[in-house]
């Protein structure tokens, strides 16, 4: 079918370019295949599929290369194969020496990810020629000429190990991998990702490498380019990096293993150190192009979605259970659908067990009802309509529906939403929610076994034949992020109490982003106040004078709202109702008691949780230690037994009163950004929170530092496997200090930037000890009250060495400072990042209300952008030496102490003893 021909002109320019324009100007070979709502499809000779996706609304581009291969493709003594080979990408190339490098000198935000079905790497920058065709150049050469040498396996490794360690504390990411290796008997997707510690420890280099050259070629990959761009130049440049390519001879591997019919109810048990009970049930399900895949989908969310799921509202209402979930796996083939619980410690998994299975036996006999079918539908809608009007989120998303076969089943597959029924949905259910196709408990003979056969799914082309697209609705702006250009386009104004910024700019989809700061109270009032203050917040939308939890929701979600109360994003039909909605709920919020002890006990369940977690024991002994505030102060830290036992001791009352005393808005700042009617906006603005004052007059609390004496802690955490390092000191530091910038500098450099800092450069590139680190600056917007810490996670067999190579580095770049080639790379990357910043829209309505508190503009952005692109070297070396003392750094270690005892004896070898990864 010939596609549609659209092109939308604003100012002179072309913001979307028409595909069939372009085709007759194609680079030779090259072929135009399809067009769906804006994104078109053309193919090389060599097989490479190419999806460009033009958007001028931002001015940013996403550049995604999907590979079809992930962890059900790799073999015997093979696994997490895929997930390691996605590290060893960043390796770089003969002609891309230091890939990390160069992405950080360009600012661009990037990673990798790895599944069961598919790789994907993305990069995001500023919208520019040079970053463009470097990132498509980079990835042509890294996708035939990438090293995959042993000396970057024998470093990265390690590091993808420590990444298993990491999962491996996570009880719902250890029940999730037994989970698949239970469930399934042949088919890999019983394999977790992540892979069995002992083939990551131990896989060949040469495996890695056929690997490599048997997946990585154009003919198995998608190339997706969204955002900002010329077309024609894209396509050229596309041409000339993929075109060379050779198409493979090799014919890629098929798999015929089919996973036989489940024959019986299956069971696990992990048993672990740990605090928190989960309860999962797993169902065999068909792959993603059988029909019956959304029933069970809806069937999911209908069950267990907050507040109104009908799990939720038996068991978590009730106080049987504290949290419902569901999630699934496998799409490819046939997968999971896994419905869960958190149960509260010291109560019976198996009655929750019994009860998840009750309500799930319950709903198969109850079909949905039409008011919860059309709640999935207009949330799925709502959530197809965003990621769709977002190119930046579009790359991960779209990777998903690629590795199915065909991306435009994205399109089909949300259109396709609106026409399952209630007696599909329903019928799913019974097909698939029975007892033998399930895996929860223990394994019971049985004569009448109730079997669930997992048909085949259509083809895609069976599937696709049928399949019309919609015109493409796609319009916005090219708007310049220049602190001068927002300061100039924003209306300042004061209504009511209110210092309020509108900033209206044509948004793809009419999208706008709202933020709402209010400030009430001062130091003596607030005395007291912390956790019934957080109870309140927490509460506010779960019910009003109008509506129920439930009601609540669904009003937000007719008016497209996502996010909070305080910073959320809607439309510009429905910003008026959103922003009255909002008020509404503000200003009468009833706290309805049953929300309340939910809240109350979910709260309790994840501070219990937090009792043997290596991260949060030193987050909670550092803030105990550097603390300045007396305990009844509203800043002061609690330990975790005096958290929770304010939180067992606060009532309801409480809180109503404190909502009662406290809340109104007699000062605060209101910013919204995106597309609207600016009149109608103050007109709502005015209507909305008119006549509502705090009762508590505002004073702002004057922030005090603490300056304690060095310490050095040790917390022994047994049968953890992975091990927390963090370091820090406070420092009398202000945003507006001349010494700011050049200290600020000074942290990216040495740990602020990610994996091409020092700091990663040594511990993860170089070392292969640590998955991640870094370190952070922090500075006062009016008191001198800022603070520079180090932190970073390894086997506890590793921490030792972990902590030398920190001092280590610590030390040299004291001694030696930076160089010059450091910083100019410095700052291009953060320069480049601060531009990109401002694209975001929800950045911009936060940083606006920032702005209004401290009684400045963009322009004070701008002022700092200039002074971190004129800083010199002696600057920010003298900077740094001038606020860093390593003696005045206080150090906390969380770690299995017999584990790091064995390696010190030598029982097991230090450099990689025990290791595990993810």
Do not use: C
């Not at 609390?701 to 917390?715: G, K």
Request: net charge neutral; no cysteine; proline share 5%.
């Amino acid at each position: 079918m010939k596609p549609v021909l659209r092109a939308l002109v604003l100012g002179g320019a072309l913001l979307f370019t028409t595909p069939a324009l372009l085709a007759a100007n194609l680079p030779q070979g090259m072929q135009q295949i399809t067009s769906v709502e804006g994104i078109t499809e053309y193919r090389l000779p060599n097989g490479l599929r190419v999806l460009l996706m033009p958007d001028n609304t931002k001015p940013t581009v996403t550049v995604n290369m999907t590979y079809l291969v992930g962890s059900r493709q790799e073999n015997y003594g093979e696994t997490g194969m895929a997930h390691l080979l996605e590290h060893l990408m960043f390796k770089g190339t003969p002609a891309h020496r230091n890939i990390t490098e160069e992405f950080n000198r360009r600012g661009m935000r990037m990673n990798g990810t790895t599944t069961t079905d598919r790789t994907n790497y993305y990069e995001l920058f500023q919208a520019d020629d040079d970053n463009l065709k470097w990132a498509l150049d980079m990835e042509a050469d890294r996708m035939v000429h990438s090293y995959i040498a042993q000396k970057d396996l024998d470093t990265e490794m390690t590091v993808v190990r420590n990444e298993y360690e990491r999962g491996e504390n996570s009880p719902g990411s250890v029940l999730m991998k037994r989970m698949q290796s239970v469930a399934y008997d042949w088919h890999h997707y019983g394999n977790a990702t992540i892979g069995n510690r002992s083939d990551i420890e131990h896989v060949k280099i040469g495996n890695l490498q056929a690997f490599y050259r048997t997946y990585y070629q154009p003919d198995n990959a998608v190339l997706l380019v969204a955002g900002q761009f010329d077309t024609g130049k894209v396509l050229q440049w596309i041409h000339h990096a993929f075109g060379v390519i050779p198409k493979p001879q090799r014919s890629l591997p098929q798999f015929w293993t089919t996973e036989p019919t489940q024959d019986g109810e299956r069971s696990f048990t992990v048993r672990r150190s740990g605090d928190i009970q989960i309860v999962m049930i797993g169902y065999k399900v068909p792959a993603g192009l059988h029909a019956d895949r959304d029933g069970i989908s809806f069937a999911r969310s209908i069950l267990t979605t907050a507040p109104y799921g009908r799990l939720h509202k038996q068991l978590v209402e009730t106080g049987k259970l504290v949290q419902v979930f569901s999630s699934s796996m496998g799409y490819v083939e046939p997968g999971l659908a896994i419905i869960g619980a958190i149960v509260k410690k010291g109560e019976s998994p198996e009655a929750a067990r019994d009860a998840l299975l009750a309500g799930i036996e319950e709903f198969k006999n109850n079909p949905p009802t039409a008011e919860e079918m059309a709640r999935i539908k207009r949330d799925t809608a709502n959530s197809y309509e965003k990621m769709l009007n977002n190119h930046e989120s579009l790359g991960i998303s779209l990777s998903e529906y690629i590795a199915m076969g065909d991306w435009r089943y994205l399109f089909k597959d949300r259109d396709d939403t609106d026409q399952i029924t209630a007696e599909q949905v329903s019928a799913a259910a019974k097909r698939y929610l029975v007892r033998d196709n399930r895996t929860v408990g223990m394994f019971i003979p049985e004569d009448k076994p109730q079997r669930a056969d997992i048909p085949t799914a259509p083809t895609m082309a069976e599937v696709m034949k049928d399949f019309q697209p919609k015109a493409g609705t796609l319009s916005g702006e090219a708007f310049d992020p220049a602190p001068a250009n927002i300061d100039r386009r924003t209306q300042l104004s004061t209504i009511g109490h209110l210092q309020v910024a509108l900033l209206p700019k044509k948004n793809r989809g009419e999208t706008v982003n709202v933020s709402l700061s209010l400030h009430w109270g001062d130091e003596q009032s607030l005395r007291n106040k912390s956790t019934v203050a957080s109870l309140a917040s927490a509460l506010l939308a779960t019910g009003t004078s109008k509506y129920d939890r439930a009601q609540l929701a669904d009003e937000m979600s007719k008016l497209k709202m996502s996010g909070g109360l305080f910073s959320f994003q809607t439309t510009r039909q429905h910003l008026p109702a959103a922003l009255a909605l909002v008020a509404h709920v503000l200003r009468e919020a009833s706290f309805p008691e049953n929300e309340f002890r939910q809240l109350r006990e979910r709260s309790l369940v994840g501070l219990e949780a937090s009792r043997k977690e290596p991260g949060a024991i030193i987050g909670r002994e550092m803030a105990q230690h550097f603390n300045v505030y007396p305990k009844d102060d509203f800043r002061a830290p609690k330990t975790l037994d005096e958290a929770i036992a304010d939180l067992r001791a606060v009532t309801l009352d409480e809180i109503r009163a404190y909502h009662r005393e406290f809340y109104g808005a007699s000062k605060g700042e209101l910013s919204i950004v995106g597309d609207m009617d600016t009149e109608a906006v103050k007109a709502a603005i005015a209507t909305a929170f008119a006549g509502w004052n705090s009762p508590a007059p505002y004073t702002r609390m004057v922030n005090r530092r603490a300056d304690p004496p060095a310490e050095r802690r040790v917390f022994n955490m047994p049968d953890k496997e992975n091990a927390v390092y963090a370091s820090a000191l406070t420092l009398a530091l202000r945003e507006n200090d001349d010494d700011y910038p050049a200290l600020r500098m000074a942290n990216y450099l040495f740990g602020g930037s990610g994996m091409n800092s020092r700091l990663m450069e040594r511990i993860r590139q170089k070392d292969g000890l640590s998955y991640g680190g870094g370190s952070s600056l922090s500075a006062g917007e009016i008191d001198p009250v800022g603070s520079f810490s180090i932190n970073a996670s390894a086997a506890p067999q590793n921490m030792a060495r972990l902590e030398q190579a920190i001092r280590e580095e610590l030390i040299k770049a004291l001694k030696d400072g930076f160089t010059a080639e450091e910083l100019a790379k410095a700052k291009s990357g953060m320069l480049q990042q601060r531009v990109q910043g401002r694209t975001s829209d929800t950045a911009l309505a936060d940083g606006w209300n920032s702005n209004l508190y401290l009684q400045r503009q963009w322009a004070w952005s701008q002022a700092m952008d200039d002074k971190l692109r004129a800083l010199t070297l002696e600057q920010v070396n003298s900077a740094f030496r001038r606020y860093i003392d390593p003696a005045r750094m206080s150090v906390y270690i969380a770690l299995d102490e017999a584990k790091a005892k064995a390696a010190a004896l030598g029982t097991v070898p230090s450099s990689d003893a025990g290791s595990h990864v993810k």
